[in-house]
């Protein structure tokens, strides 16, 4: 294939995934998990003068800001909804994403366009990776900005050049402030800098220094005089990560990409994962492996050999278990599938069988029948997004069913005002049918260790005699938050001359409160 002809065939492609993102939510919007309501509110709040405050008037603290400060920029300048820029900005970047993996896979390896056409159509039609895009979320950002940093980093592996040692580190920082998982780039940034310059082991120390400080320094000194200020916390609490389960859980996520799900059924995820390595066991020998090793290790995919090691080891050992070890939580996984595809390329030039003529037909062929597999799985995904709303793992609220319920539409005729209180178990659907501050309730032994009486004793947040307040109760899948006393729970230990919740609405979504104290 000449390469006029493949890049005007990813122009092409660069356009359709980002059509494919737009008409998942061009009905409804993007999807919207509890994080990207955080985001988006603290965006609101950004835009408003108040400050990165979250729906619930709290410092971020576990996310970086980048991600709330664009969105509040466009929002201020436009107007336009945060919702809706959230969209835009998703849609233009899974465009770009499709592109920059196109060229990163032409760099990687050079001359190879026919992998390289193959590799991008397998990107743009990964449902992990559009599910990722059509969700409010720093995620898409963060790819972009990774992919522009491998494009810089074999660059600078190639020349030294001072320029592309600044390209990488900014790119660096600019990660760290979209996620905190940014700092991957600084470790791996470091292990180019310092393979580059391995022939002055003084030299390659100090570049090394010099780069970690440029690229971690801003997201250190946001950490210490912003996050720790205010909250004593350095970059946020996590639920623990448990090794283990999550090297499981990437492999079962990685071979879902490539296997259909009844194939799995047959053969776990870990038996397949076992049989490459036998494979590979079996075609080993140590020139194959040392060949392979000066490979990995020169210009081309260095870049990508580091950030797979490092990104990799994160998750791994860093991310929490019991939020991403179900099979629906892709979207951090998914991140490393331009570097997994080359990789596994070259692995496959190494130790798999060379094949030429009929055969090499052959296996083209059986690639481009194996496409119709992802494509299927996201053409449906898309279809049914647009119709119902994103139908991702992540959207939790904008959902067409919550939109079109009864809870809905009774909260839009209510006679809200900007100083009454509102009240949620489950804060982030609140905050999206209302796009207003939302106050907690009372937590007892999943946050605070307390019982439950203790809880609603010592809980100093309730409304004031003169506060008019509301309680929005949601039942089902967006009452997930157990720890939170239930109305119920909250009649029967606060007394009566305090505190009454009184029922007004009710609806198959939940049902709408008024606190009356007295």
């Not at 949601?474 to 919740?501: C, G, H, W």
Request: net charge positive.
């Amino acid at each position: 294939m000449k390469p006029r002809t493949f890049y005007y065939l990813l122009a092409i492609i660069s356009v359709l995934g980002g059509l494919a993102v737009y008409v998942a939510t061009s009905q409804w919007g993007p999807g919207l998990s509890t994080d990207g309501a955080r985001y988006l509110s603290t965006a609101e709040s950004l835009a408003a003068g108040r400050g990165l405050l979250d729906y619930l008037g709290e410092p971020l603290v576990n996310w970086p800001p980048l991600y709330p400060a664009i969105v509040a920029l466009l929002h201020k300048l436009s107007g336009v909804d945060v919702m809706v820029i959230a969209q835009v900005i998703n849609t233009l970047t899974w465009s770009a994403i499709i592109a920059l993996s196109g060229v990163f896979f032409t760099r990687a390896l050079p001359g190879k366009y026919t992998f390289a056409l193959f590799a991008t159509l397998v990107v743009a039609s990964s449902r992990a990776l559009v599910e990722m895009s059509a969700n409010a979320s720093s995620d898409p950002l963060f790819m972009l900005c990774m992919l522009l940093w491998l494009l810089a980093a074999q660059q600078y592996a190639a020349t030294r050049s001072p320029r592309y040692f600044w390209q990488m580190a900014l790119l660096a920082a600019a990660g760290c402030f979209l996620r905190y998982a940014g700092s991957s780039l600084v470790m791996a940034g470091g292990l180019v800098v310092l393979w580059a310059w391995r022939s002055d082991l003084r030299q390659a120390v100090l570049r090394a220094i010099a780069y970690g400080a440029v690229s971690a320094g801003p997201i250190g000194l946001w950490a210490v005089f912003h996050n720790y200020r205010l909250t004593g916390i350095l970059l946020g609490t996590h639920q623990p990560s448990y090794p283990p389960g999550l090297f499981v859980a990437a492999v079962e996520k990685v071979a879902s990409w490539f296997v259909p799900e009844r194939v799995l059924l047959i053969v776990p995820p870990l038996a397949l994962f076992g049989l490459l390595l036998a494979a590979l066991a079996l075609r080993s020998t140590r020139q194959r492996w040392a060949a392979w090793l000066q490979r990995v290790l020169a210009a081309p995919l260095l870049p990508a050999a580091a950030f797979t090691l490092v990104y990799g080891a994160m998750l791994i050992f860093t991310i929490s278990y019991s939020e991403h070890r179900v099979p629906g939580s892709q979207r951090l996984h998914a991140v490393l599938l331009p570097c997994l595809l080359v990789l596994g390329y070259t692995l496959y030039e190494q130790f798999g069988p060379r094949l030429q003529g009929a055969w090499r037909t052959l296996a083209l062929g059986a690639a481009a029948v194996w496409l119709l597999f992802p494509l299927f799985r996201t053409a449906d995904y898309v279809r049914s997004s647009h119709a119902e709303g994103d139908v991702s793992y992540y959207n939790l609220y904008n959902t067409r069913a919550l939109r079109q319920s009864e809870l809905t539409a009774h909260l839009s005729t209510f006679p809200f005002q900007p100083d009454d209180k509102v009240y949620s178990n489950n804060e982030g659907a609140a905050w999206f049918l209302l796009r207003r501050r939302i106050y907690r309730l009372p937590r007892y032994d999943g946050e605070t260790q307390a019982s439950l009486q203790t809880a609603l004793a010592e809980f100093d947040g309730w409304p004031a005699v003169d506060d008019t307040a509301w309680l929005i109760w949601f039942s089902d899948a967006l009452d997930y938050k157990r720890d939170v006393p239930t109305p119920e729970q909250m009649q029967d230990n606060i007394p009566a001359s305090t505190m009454r919740v009184l029922s007004n609405y009710r609806s198959g979504y939940g049902e709408i409160y008024v606190l009356d104290v007295e």
